[in-house]
């Protein structure tokens, strides 16, 4: 049984974050021979004010600017 948890920024639509589980459920079967209904995924949403990259914080880099506007919109 997978259990796979995604750590991504908040802001993602049911949608989004319901076509990613879709898409990796299918490989997970196709890859992992798993059963789809034991393929497990939780996700965890971070705010960008607590990770960065390459030594700035997400909230404060403007190529995250889309992602940090639908977090506030949230």
């Given at each position: ?31 992992l021979?798993?059963r ?7 996700f ?31």
């Amino acid at each position: 049984m997978p259990n796979i948890t995604v750590e991504l920024l908040a802001g993602r639509s049911l949608e989004q974050r319901r076509a990613f589980a879709q898409a990796v459920t299918a490989h997970a079967v196709e890859i992992l021979g798993a059963r789809p209904q034991d393929v497990r995924m939780v996700f965890n949403e971070i705010t960008p004010d607590i990770v960065a990259n390459g030594g700035v914080l997400a909230s404060e880099d403007p190529s995250r600017a889309g992602v940090v506007a639908a977090f506030e919109k949230s």
